[in-house]
């Protein structure tokens, strides 16, 4: 069974930081290509970032609105995705969903708010 | 970046109705569209890749069509299981980008 589960939401102030986790199961996970997308309070699906396979030098890419402050990054080993987000901004809060594109997991809220 | 218009916003049916729903491409995509369904308090779920392909598990009244920049999902014979929001992407060039979503319930 083909598992993504997203940790590392919560409330954060803005200016500050948060690092999201995807741990994912049940497919060859060094063979992805790995996304994240978030949606907002008023359901507006956005693409976030991708990261590519080892076999495609790890490429990453970035929706212009997170580009310079949120990295993608992943650890074939422990079969994860990460996104760091720096410098926070009240619109970046959304529900984050880690995605194989066929595959989604159950999204983690995160809440930008002083 | 590419605009995905969809329409309709809104879509009241009843149960076995026929109905469609449309993303209009501002560039060329190829086939590179695809569409989810997304119910309350869930993920978004897969439901036709490639633009025409049916996604593992998916019930056969589910159906995508394409005619130039128009990309169509279409229910065939509506099920009060089908209520829920769909999502058009475009997975072409990045930034991906996604229609606004269409909601469709019971008239």
């Known amino acids: 069974e083909v598992q993504l589960v997203e940790t590392g939401g919560g409330l954060v102030q803005p200016g500050k930081s948060l690092k999201l986790t995807c741990a994912t199961s049940?497919?060859?996970?060094?063979?992805?290509?790995m996304h994240w997308v978030r949606q907002s309070p008023e359901k507006q699906l956005e693409w976030v970032a991708q990261?590519?396979?080892?076999?495609?030098?790890?490429?990453?890419y970035y929706a212009e609105s997170v580009k310079g402050r949120f990295t993608i990054s992943r650890d074939d080993s422990k079969s994860s995705v990460y996104l760091q987000m720096n410098s926070l901004k009240e619109e970046d809060t959304a529900i984050y969903y880690c995605?194989?594109?066929?595959?989604w997991g159950q999204g983690v809220m995160v809440t930008v708010s002083s | 970046d590419i605009q995905m218009t969809q329409s309709p916003s809104s879509l009241p049916a009843s149960l076995g109705d026929r109905v469609t729903i449309t993303c209009r491409a501002s560039q060329d995509i190829g086939n590179y569209l695809r569409w989810f369904q997304q119910k309350p308090g869930k993920s978004p779920r897969l439901m036709i890749y490639g633009a025409t392909n049916l996604a593992n598990g998916v019930p056969s009244r589910f159906s995508g069509s394409r005619s130039g920049s128009d990309y169509s999902l279409t229910i065939n014979s509506l099920e009060s299981e089908d209520m829920a929001i769909y999502y058009c992407l475009q997975h072409n060039e990045y930034p991906y980008t996604f229609g606004a979503g269409t909601k469709l319930e019971l008239k």
């Open positions: 995605t194989q594109s066929s595959y």
């Open positions: 990261i590519k396979a080892k076999s495609n030098n790890y490429a990453t």
């Open positions: 049940g497919f060859t996970f060094s063979n992805a290509w």
